[in-house]
């Protein structure tokens, strides 16, 4: 199952260790992981479930495309990592 | 009389506590490290609120039904998906989108209406919670009507909701101002609105455009609770006054030093004594000559005493926020922060001003708790 871990920034405002959650895309693993922490939903995603601005998702290292759908595939080695965009200095 | 204030900041927010006769002193920090954008207290039941921008993360609400010794996250408002292909734009050609990016103001109901409080926000919701913020309504009517897409940033870059004034006498009618785009009121709890700007006027505006009502900027509206037909806007072209529930408008001009500003606060009983804190408009936004005053009104706006014993009076550069000056309910005891970090209370009704902190971060809002 891919793994999903949160910046450390988060566990301020919401207890969320790494976590193994089944899925096939972002969305439905962050969805399982999300399930796991409900408060941490309006930290990542917006009213409308897409990703925030000032927030990235990182699959294996790499920034994901789809900021809206989070339809980027993921296998069960998949490390996705869940961190605030690097906004101003 | 309150013996207690809340200082929202950019990086926490403080309590300062009375110690006696004329003194204060800061006994507190919630939040420490976050920015609050506001803080309210419901004197129905007592419980606090307090509004977080976490930038980042997102807007956020905090209640404590214990004077602070422990919050609860509860709920925010969710702006509607839009529909498909929709991109909203301002005016001037700008996106506006369809999210909540800040609370800019809490406001509960009246006693009579258990649970019910409103937010206004940027980019220009207006909410309704029916129990006490767990959960959050958008009044579809004011979003969805056609005049509030000429609503264009005042205060920030979207527009925003800042005040929000209940009628005392029928929790139905309510008022608000938005930066930039007018007073609106409904008589029907939301169902239906009208923009009330009648005399207001907009110098800064295209010619065209100086009466329009989206052109208006009122800074902050206030209400007197004790006349509730009065009420007082801090505008961006000057000061107006309404006597009659906010129907029309009456420009007070010739106000020294200065006309412009944020904040206002209206005596509890006397709807003709109201406070303000004046600056230089526009491009400078700075004390007057380096000096921090208050200018008061004992007669409906016909004169102006400018108060300052007690506050800086040469090289002074604070700016004072729309809701960071505060009166408490005996029309008493006032304060005000800066955004360079400065809070001052008066227990005389400005007449003479201590200072409570000088080193804060940035002041956002006071309220007396």
Known sequence: ?89 | MSDQLLVSTRKGLFSARRQGMGAWSLNGVFFLGDNVSLAMQDARDGAWYAALDHGHFGAKLQRSRNRGATWEEIGVPAYPTPPEGHVEKDFLGREIPWRLIRFWCLTPGLASQSGLLWAGTLPGGLFWSEDYGDTWHLVEALWHHPDRRKWAGGGADAPGIHSICVDPRDGNRVAVAVSSGGVWTTQDFGATWTAHTEGMRADYAPPELVFAPESQDPHRMVRCPGAPDTFWVQHHNGIFRSTDNAMSWTEITDVKPSVFGFPVVVHPKDPDTAWFVPAIKDERRIPVDGRVVVNRTRDGGRTFETLHRGLPQVWAYDLVYRHALDLDATGQRLAFGSTTGSVWISENGGDDWLTLAEHLPPVHAVIFV
């Open chain 1, 1 to 89: 199952m891919p793994s999903v871990a949160f910046t450390q920034n988060l566990q301020r405002h919401v207890a969320c260790p790494p976590c193994k959650v089944a899925g096939a895309t972002v969305r439905e693993s962050l969805d399982g992981a999300l399930a796991l922490y409900p408060k941490l939903r309006g930290y990542v995603l917006d009213e409308h479930g897409a990703l925030r601005f000032h927030m990235a998702i990182y699959v294996d290292g790499v920034p994901v495309t789809d900021r809206k759908g989070l339809s980027d595939p993921v296998t069960g080695t998949t490390e996705i990592f869940v961190m605030q965009a690097l906004s101003g200095g």
